[in-house]
């Protein structure tokens, strides 16, 4: 991230922030610098200086964000506490997204459960506005009891999803055969916190219980090392490589994610032959682990 302009009151934390930017990692997110409120009438809420973010929702609305910046691939983390407790009926979202009918999106998206019950995390691509590419995953820790990092990575030749470091999906740049890949559309991050019991909890048998309201999901630490989009350029320089921005998966990474398939997945739109009776999406054709 280029700058590190901290509307902090503090001068200890400026102080702080100041010798972290001049030693490199400049990563400590700050929600009243990084993020606009755009939605939900003062149901999302900055506090602790920066630090931390409430999205919420109740009856009447839900409440939502987006990044001040635009980025052209990068390492989005972000560090998510969801709704505790009856959670049945609501999504909590952390997405790339540009904009318009061809749009590119990457997302997260977390259905609620009743108390006790997993949370699912449902996950999605869409290139040039056209999405059916669900992969869904229960976690393996409740994602209600405290922090956890979920990352995207996106460089121009692959899309991962990482849960605390570990991957749970990859998308490929399969472009050579013909498969469209997000790489050409600026995104900006989005968070949000919405109703959506008509399909979120086992399809949508279960509503939203009300009576629980407001439902409250907490964000912290985002970082993005990312390449900025101003002014219809990138502020990455073509000569400089970021780790990010060449990453794929190394042999152990790969088993990981091999183990997140195989124990925690919960639905792969590539295997769902009934929906696609007319033959799988072609990306399905090349492995989803390794190479797809
Ligand atoms: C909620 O819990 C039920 C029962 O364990 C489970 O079948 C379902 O996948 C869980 N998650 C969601 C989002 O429905
Ligand atoms: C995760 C995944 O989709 N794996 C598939 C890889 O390809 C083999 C053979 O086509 C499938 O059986 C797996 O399901």
Not at 1 to 15: D, G, I, K
Not at 107 to 124: A, K, M, R, W
Not at 161 to 177: A, M, Q
Request: net charge neutral; aromatic share 14%; proline share 4%.
């Amino acid at each position: 991230m280029a700058s590190c302009n901290y509307s902090t009151s503090s001068n200890a934390a400026v102080l702080r922030l100041l010798i972290l930017c001049i030693f490199g990692s400049c990563s400590a997110g700050n929600f009243f610098k990084d993020f606009d409120i755009t939605w939900g009438d003062g149901r999302a809420k900055i506090l602790d200086n920066g630090k931390l973010l409430t999205l919420s929702l109740d009856k009447a609305s839900g409440s939502g964000i987006q990044s001040k910046n635009e980025y052209l691939f990068g390492m989005i983390d972000m560090q998510l506490k969801l709704v505790p407790g009856n959670s049945a009926g609501t999504v909590t979202t952390y997405y790339l997204s540009s904009q318009g009918p061809t749009h590119d999106e990457i997302d997260f998206e977390f259905l609620g459960n009743l108390s006790g019950e997993p949370y699912i995390v449902h996950t999605n691509i869409y290139t040039q506005g056209k999405g059916d590419k669900e992969q869904q995953f229960y976690l393996w820790f409740d994602p209600t009891a405290d922090f956890h990092t979920y990352s995207i990575l996106w460089n121009p030749r692959t899309i991962i999803f990482y849960v605390d470091g570990t991957p749970i999906r990859v998308f490929n740049n399969l472009e050579s055969r013909g498969i469209p890949f997000p790489k050409n559309q600026p995104m900006r991050v989005y968070s949000s916190l919405w109703n959506a019991d008509g399909w979120a909890t086992r399809g949508g048998l279960i509503k939203t219980d009300w009576s629980g309201a407001p439902f409250t999901a907490t964000l912290r630490n985002f970082k993005a090392n990312a390449c900025v989009w101003k002014s219809g350029k990138s502020d990455c320089k073509k000569s400089s490589t970021k780790p990010w921005s060449s990453q794929e998966l190394d042999s152990e990474s790969q088993e990981r994610l091999k183990w997140v398939q195989k124990n925690y997945m919960v639905y792969n739109y590539c295997a769902d032959t009934k929906r696609f009776p007319q033959g799988l999406p072609q990306e399905c054709t090349f492995n989803t682990t390794s190479t797809n």
